[in-house]
């Protein structure tokens, strides 16, 4: 994952680092600037950031879906996941066919939706964002390909 210019720019206001990692980056980036950090990223990336002053959870992913980012709710927990057998381990989750998701399949030879294969189980869209607080999420869409004809590069 790349942050565009938010390691000086976060130095610049007085934030120090410990390591070299792009996650102690990510989540000053996210402290400092909220949900507008995910402008700033780039690459392939799925997260997840606890703010505990707000008590919110941010889940992402990345804009081409190149990293999973799965979620359900379970018996009144909210659980989410890189891979969809951990959350099929769940105590509580039972398993059961989406029958639209195997529908979509055998038509499509993929699933263009949120639902997987597994009944409950969701993925996050690429280029989206889930926010969870007090029991409830919403999701957002963060990142919108923008297409100009007759323009090449950024």
């Not at 942050?3 to 610049?12: P, T």
Request: proline share 5%.
């Amino acid at each position: 994952m790349i942050i565009r210019n938010c390691g000086q720019n976060l130095r610049a206001s007085g934030i120090s680092f410990c390591t070299h990692s792009d996650t102690e980056v990510l989540v000053n980036t996210i402290q400092q600037y909220g949900e507008k950090a995910l402008d700033k990223l780039r690459g392939m990336f799925g997260f997840a950031v606890w703010n505990e002053k707000e008590q919110t959870l941010m889940l992402a992913r990345d804009f081409f879906g190149i990293k999973p980012v799965y979620y359900a709710e379970i018996d009144g927990h909210f659980v989410f996941a890189s891979e969809i057998k951990s959350i099929l381990v769940f105590p509580g989750y039972e398993r059961k066919v989406n029958q639209k998701a195997l529908e979509q399949y055998l038509s499509f030879q993929y699933s263009p939706l949120e639902e997987t294969f597994f009944k409950g189980i969701y993925k996050l869209m690429p280029g989206h964002m889930l926010l969870y607080k007090n029991g409830s999420y919403e999701i957002k869409t963060y990142f919108k390909p923008k297409l100009t004809p007759g323009q090449v590069g950024p």
